[in-house]
């Protein structure tokens, strides 16, 4: 098996697109870190899938590499270079090239799927016409040439989802971030995705950095794979050699969670998110939301749950956010009722 891991080498190795050396993240107002001693390499060119359960920091590692948050301790590189060290403009130029492909789309509602791919061009200051054609050549790339003009209330999810890809390769990019991009999907559009990035980082030979709680995904794309668990790396290597022999009983627990089977009746949803507890307060708030339970399974960062949620509520993250503050409002034990 080749190494995965490199925990003492230095400088970074050349054939590493991105290497974590002991990396810790603390946010503000939190006790305990959502990334702890994190060290971590990811092989250029490959299709590495970062996976763990709700609340693992698989998301707070995507912020790191993205730039929009800064380790408090350890170092992080990021194509040989490290962020936080650069200046603001050769900072930018980094951003630039690396593509984001987020869970719930991110398109700008009053912009066409046409003006969502052109809109990092603009922000970079390329002319209309170059943005545009680069625009339509991507959409057609990404199986949309017919749909340019639509708006994305006019798109469906796996639409929605190739118009946020296409965008995510505006800037050329040679590290693809896809940070849960078909959890929001149906079983078949989320195939239909999966397929589709995996062409992208064959065609392009960019790294993809796919970051999902569902071993399929794993299975399904990825050459690599790293195992993450309360902020820290459990396991990692080549996904075949992982698979089929997984050490950890994190990872064991990952092979063995499917999605339910869940009959969903029109207009309901299918959601994984964590949930602070299943504490009354929290089951009530969440029966008022319109979403209830089908899976719940308690860890120490919280409950990794699956939800059926009113579809119109695509986004779950108020839903969530209410919940923490649910949780945080109630008395620490033994301070009163
Ligand atoms: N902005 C924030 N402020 C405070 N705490 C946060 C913030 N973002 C994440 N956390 C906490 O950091 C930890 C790791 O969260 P993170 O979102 O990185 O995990 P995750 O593996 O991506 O989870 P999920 O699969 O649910 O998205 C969790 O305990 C979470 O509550």
Known sequence: ????????????????????????????????????????????????????????????????????????????????????????????????????????????????????????????????AQRDARARELLAQVGLADLTGRYPAQLSGGQKQRVGIARALATDPDLLLADEATSALDPESSAGILELLTQIQRERDL?????????????????????????????????????????????????????????????????HVNLPDLNPRTLSALAGSGARIVQAQAHPQGVDAWLVTPEERGDVSALLERLAQVAAQRPAPGVGA
């Open 1 to 128: 098996m080749t190494q995965f891991i490199s925990p003492h080498a230095t400088p970074p190795a050349a054939d590493l697109a991105l290497e974590l050396r002991h990396v810790r993240k603390t946010y503000p107002g939190q006790a305990v870190p959502a990334l702890r001693d994190l060290t971590l390499g990811v092989p250029r060119g490959s299709r590495t899938g970062i996976i763990g359960r709700s609340g693992a920091g698989k998301s707070s590692l995507v912020r790191l590499i993205s730039g929009l948050e800064t380790p408090d301790a350890g170092e992080l590189w990021v194509q040989g270079e490290p962020p936080h060290r650069l200046s603001q403009a050769e900072r930018r130029a980094r951003q630039a090239r690396t593509g984001l492909v987020f869970q719930h789309f991110n398109l700008l509602a009053q912009r066409t799927a046409l003006g969502n791919v052109t809109l990092p061009l603009e922000l970079l200051g390329v002319p209309r």
């Open 207 to 271: 790294t993809l950095v796919i970051v999902t709680h569902q071993m399929e995904v794993v299975r399904a794309v990825t050459t690599h794979v790293a195992v993450l668990d309360a902020g820290q790396l459990v396991e990692s290597g080549e996904t075949r050699a992982l698979l089929s022999a997984p050490r950890h009983p994190v990872t064991r627990a990952l092979l063995d969670a499917h999605r339910p089977e869940v009959a969903l009746h029109a207009g309901e949803a299918l959601q």
